[in-house]
């Protein structure tokens, strides 16, 4: 299924949130209740400006809209909620 936002939205995927430390040690879900913050653009709406996809960008911690599509997160974020691209 394909997701194509309308307007000044686009479509992002999150990163994964890292279930290892850097010593190794495994972390349980409950553990990591922290949301990420960057992922992945999977597509951009007609009026959107600065970012293509396949970019890597920063956004707001609680923006955007989360949905599940195929057994994958996806976030439809605004204008607003995306801060920074990732170079």
Known sequence: MEIKPLGERVVVKPEKEEEKTK??????????????????VIAVGPDFKGVKKGDKVIFAKYGG???????????????????????
């Open 23 to 40: 010593g190794g040690i495994y972390l349980p879900d409950t553990a990591s209740k922290e949301k990420p913050q960057k992922g992945e």
């Open 65 to 87: 809209t989360e949905i599940k599509m195929d057994e994958e997160d996806y976030l439809i974020l605004s204008t607003d909620d995306v801060l920074a691209v990732i170079k």
